[in-house]
């Protein structure tokens, strides 16, 4: 059960917070031109962005949860039941965020489930 | 359309910097953090091991790395949806047993090829797909 619990609050944390971060970042805009002086100022509203500061607890509450798992389960089980996260976050993808998720992507997000299960099973 | 090629083309060299600066960063992390040892999880220890680190090069060198990781993450998701950067950045999985393979001579079980063929065929999917579906929502004028 605790596993289990841990394994939602990695899940969710991590894909809730890339899913704020990219929030964030559509509001701010992309950068005008991909030279250091722009992208610094880029960066600079960026980080203006309240979305962006909710993203990063998220993420670093993801990655708490993550090291307490591994200190309880193997790693060759704790990241391919992590890989779920790409179904969640395809799924906050369109319905959080609006974007449309075309039949090859579902297929694509679903290939990459499955091999970084096997990848990380060894 | 112009357009819609430069963005894909945009798209995909920011995924592959992601990915090349998120692989480099973890390996130079690990190295340098294997250079310094176990850690001591009591205050001295602790003190010790901060002191050892931030005057370690290769940690500095993962750092320097895993930033720019973070920036060209950042940068990608200002225009591309995240159901398309997400994935893509799966192919960095593919990429270490690659490298693992050809540079540190390891053997990789059938299972683990299996998933690098079914990660390189997932990828090469997304990236059919179209990389942005939303509006944009403001175009920086800086």
Sequence with gaps: MRVILALAVLIFGSTGGEIAITYGMKATGEPARLRPRALLQFLGRAVCNGWFWAGVPLMALSFYSLLVLLSWEPISLVIPASALSYVVGTLGAKYILGEQISPARWAGVLLVCAGVALVAAG | ?142
Aim: charged share 10%.
């Design chain 2, 1 to 142: 359309m112009p357009n819609e090629k430069r963005l894909r083309v945009k798209t995909l060299v920011m995924v592959l910097a992601m990915v090349v600066c998120a692989n480099s960063g973890d390996l130079m992390l690990k190295r340098g953090m294997s250079q310094i040892g176990a850690v001591q999880l009591n205050a001295s220890g602790l003190a010790h091991a901060f002191r050892l680190t931030v005057t370690n090069g290769t940690i500095w060198g993962g750092i320097f790395f895993l930033t720019g990781f973070m920036i060209s993450y950042m940068t990608v998701l200002s225009w591309a949806d995240y159901s398309y950067v997400m994935p893509a950045g799966a192919f960095g999985y593919a990429l270490l047993t690659l490298l693992a393979v050809v540079f540190l001579h390891e053997s990789v079980s059938p299972r683990r090829w299996l998933g690098v063929v079914l990660i390189c065929a997932g990828v090469l999917l997304v990236g059919q797909t179209k990389p942005r579906t939303t509006a944009v929502t403001s175009e920086a004028v800086a």
